[in-house]
Every structure is written in structure tokens, then in C-alpha cells.
């Protein structure tokens, strides 16, 4: 999700939180906006609610726990997806000369 773009639906969260556990102990809060795992770098990279890009080491993490804000997120996406796929199940009303 990119908070500066328009949203694509009107309960789509602006920013979730995300709190990152450490394996050595301790743990960070985060408001994002947006977050990838980059498998190449083995990096959890996020882009937090004021544009600042955060990368943590993903050897580094023990445990991730998302809000109820991703929730709906996730929620969202997957009714958007399953709305594409039935559109694409319908067949086209294409006329016949």
C-alpha cells in the first residue's frame, strides 16, 4: 500500500502496525506504510508513515506480529483478487456480425 497514491478502497488503512521481536531480546514498533521482504539480501526493508525506509536483517528477527489495521488490509486485497477472478470467469459479451 502507498499512502501517497489514492486509495483503491475506502477502508483500505493508511498505515498498520508492525512490532519486530529481536532474537537477542528486545523489540521495535513500527507505523507502515508498506514492507517486502527482500530475499537477495535476506532484509526486511519498511517504509514507515513518515517516508523514512527502515531495513532489518531477517537473521536478526525472532518474531513478527501485525495489527488488526494489516488485517484489514489483507482482507481487502483478497476480496479485490477474488472480484478479479470471477470477472475473468464471466465470460464477454461480444457481438456477432
Not at 23 to 35: I, S, Y
Not at 72 to 95: C, T
Request: proline share 5%; hydrophobic share 35%.
Amino acid at each position: 500500500m502507498n499512502a501517497m497514491l489514492p486509495k483503491e478502497h475506502p477502508e483500505m488503512p493508511d498505515f498498520y502496525g508492525v512490532k519486530i521481536f529481536y532474537r537477542e531480546g528486545g523489540f521495535d514498533k513500527f507505523k507502515v506504510a508498506t514492507h517486502k521482504y527482500m530475499s537477495d539480501v535476506a532484509m526486511l526493508e519498511l517504509r514507515t508513515h513518515d517516508n523514512q525506509f527502515r531495513t532489518i536483517p531477517f537473521g536478526t528477527i525472532k518474531k513478527i506480529e501485525f495489527d488488526k489495521q494489516f488485517s484489514k488490509l489483507v482482507e481487502i486485497r483478497e476480496e479485490q483478487m477474488r472480484d478479479e477472478a470471477e470477472a475473468k470467469k464471466k465470460p464477454s459479451k461480444k457481438r456477432g456480425r
